[in-house]
């Protein structure tokens, strides 16, 4: 085995290792060469290479959303840790457990002008479950060579440290702060930061540790609901006559069937799912805009719930988050272990569990249902929706809505869905999931900047295929997550490319005008192709519906290299066929 030379190297890797941290994502850099020796080193760890920061912290992100435990992004010092920033905010909203690990210069070397370096120390300060701030080694003044002597104040602080034999004590001090960093990430699910500073010489090496840092296990406290809360809570329950459970972002399998299977049977209970959910049952409401988008106030106010039980995370539909704001639920509840958002302003009830240990300690005492019609009126209407729907499809022409249908239907059984934001997951919305499909999407922030490389490293880190359906400028602007050695053949890519930011010509503003076009829907005439061509894709392009079912018969077939389809839709219509559905609809 050969280690790096510097005990602060030795120490961060090690305690790595120990805490099981086996995927390491590292960006090329100079201060970071202690670390990178250190990790590539040592068979244990699965080591990526990664030159694009953003995109790194994007595929880190995306392997530790399948994995569900913490993978660490490692970096060189200065504007280098910037560009972890969106992933990082991504996971702290999305409860991500993401590790960062940024090499540094020495305290002295800070805001005296020398090259490569900005305050590192808690650069993510809002949007971080923590930072520790790691020492740096006293110097070994015998290995000093002459041209990088220490200052004269530093070297004599150092002097006066190693009187005082404080080594041990730094020692000490960065075994604990990197112990509890992750055990806060492990136990809290969310990204924190490690900063590491590293003194010259870099890339001297060692055949030897000449330090054993202690492992400090993460403790997990069983959550109890107390038995009052619960009490409280079926007083309430057994009283209301029209509940709504609205799930939001929600991993596979995390609730299970036969709790869903309870609610089903219940009259006075509606479940709106949304297609991040992963859940699927017939007596439950996918597709929310469907049903909501096209109800008059009076509709609207008939669907106000005297209960709102929230579960998961973020909300992608807007058109439900106005109807509960208007008209407040009585009371609301969001079951979570770790926090709860006011999202319609009415939070009366944080209830600090997983949904499971709720629903097992709180349907079973529920004796009876209380009669209503909540569900029936509800079901008819959501039934004749579906009808409209299928009608619709059959009068419009080809359009992003006609692409969405035809690719969400072709999709084979038991793949992973990752699907890019803006205009993708919200037409992904309107249509019925094959329920044997993991669907993902990065709601925490809901941004388009890493979206592919998310998807990547989902594809990397999962033995299911992936298939990532996303639109243009999403897939342009993180075209940089292609640019690494580790895609899997499998990979799929469905680009619908309407030559710019279509969503926002569904938003009121003035269209077809030369600001419009330029500053808001950024028009351009950039395809894939080349791309594909730089980084090893099959390439596919479609732009008309005879010629996408086609193509998508022999999509998924098994290929020597992964493949991307673009698909071309007409721009200047989408938004009409769009917004003319849910009239349709009514």
């Known amino acids: 085995m050969t280690y790096p030379k510097i005990p602060l190297a030795q120490t961060v890797v090690q305690l790595c290792k120990a805490k099981n941290i086996k995927h390491i994502i590292i960006s090329p850099g100079s201060r970071n060469a202690p670390l990178t020796i250190g990790f590539t080193n040592d068979s244990y760890f699965k080591c990526y290479s990664i030159v694009d920061e953003r995109a790194a912290a994007f595929f880190a992100l995306g392997i530790a959303q399948q994995l569900q435990e913490p993978t660490a992004v490692l970096c060189t010092s200065g504007s280098a840790l910037l560009n972890y920033y969106p992933a990082v905010a991504e996971a702290f909203y999305s409860n991500i457990p993401l590790v960062i690990l940024s090499a540094d210069r020495p305290k002295h070397l800070i805001g005296i002008g020398d090259g490569q370096t900005i305050h590192q120390k808690n650069v993510f300060e809002n949007h971080i479950l923590f930072s520790a701030n790691l020492k740096l080694d006293l110097k070994d003044e015998k290995n000093v060579p002459e041209q990088e002597e220490l200052p004269i104040l530093k070297n004599l602080e150092n002097k006066f440290e190693r009187l005082l034999g404080l080594q041990k004590d730094i020692q000490i001090y960065n075994e604990e702060s990197i112990n509890s960093t992750i055990n806060i990430s492990i136990l809290k699910k969310g990204p924190v930061h490690i900063n590491i500073p590293l003194d010259e010489p870099l890339y001297e090496t060692v055949d030897k540790l000449s330090v054993s840092p202690k492992a400090i296990d993460a403790i997990i406290k069983p959550s109890k609901i107390e038995d009052h809360i619960i009490q409280s809570c079926l007083e309430d329950w057994n009283n209301a006559t029209r509940k709504m459970i609205l799930v939001g972002v929600n991993n596979p399998n995390e609730i299970d069937n036969k709790w869903l299977d309870e609610l089903a049977e219940d009259d006075s209970v509606i479940v709106f799912t949304e297609t991040t959910s992963n859940l699927h049952h017939p007596s439950f409401f ?54 709860a958002n006011d999202t319609f302003f009415c939070l009366n009830n944080h209830i600090e569990t997983t949904p499971n240990q709720f629903f097992e300690a709180f349907l079973p005492k529920v004796t009876h249902y209380v009669k209503s019609n909540y569900k029936t009126i509800w079901t008819n209407t959501k039934n004749t929706r579906l009808k409209k729907h299928k009608d619709y499809l059959e009068v419009i022409p080809y359009s992003d809505f006609t692409v969405f249908n035809e690719i969400l239907k072709a999709i084979p059984n038991t793949y992973i869905l990752q699907v890019s934001n803006s205009s993708a997951i919200r037409y992904t919305q309107l249509f019925e999931i094959n329920k044997s499909l993991e669907v993902y999407c990065n709601r925490g922030t809901s941004g388009i900047d890493g979206s592919t490389s998310t998807a990547v490293g989902c594809a990397v880190a999962n033995t299911k295929p992936t298939v990532f359906i996303t639109g243009d400028l999403s897939f342009l602007y993180d075209s940089n997550a292609l640019w690494n050695n580790y895609i899997p053949k499998s990979f799929r890519v469905i680009v619908v490319n309407n030559q710019g930011g279509g969503i926002f010509r569904i938003l009121p503003g003035h269209k077809n005008t030369e600001n419009f076009n330029t500053y808001f829907e950024t028009n351009h005439n950039h395809t894939a192709e080349h791309l594909c061509n730089m980084y090893g894709f099959k390439y596919e392009s479609v732009s008309n519906k005879e010629d996408l079912k086609a193509s998508l018969k022999s999509f998924y077939t098994e290929e020597d290299k992964p493949k991307l389809l673009e698909i071309f839709t007409p721009k200047n219509i989408n938004d009409e066929v769009l917004l003319n559905y849910f009239e349709f609809i009514k």
């Open 286 to 339: 996918p597709s929310i805009d469907q049903i909501i988008a096209p109800l008059s106030s009076d509709e609207q106010k008939q669907l106000q719930p005297d209960i709102l039980i929230t579960l998961g995370g973020l909300i992608v539909s807007k058109k439900i988050k106005q109807l509960l704001r208007k008209y407040k639920p009585k009371q609301h509840w969001h079951i979570d272990s770790k926090m």
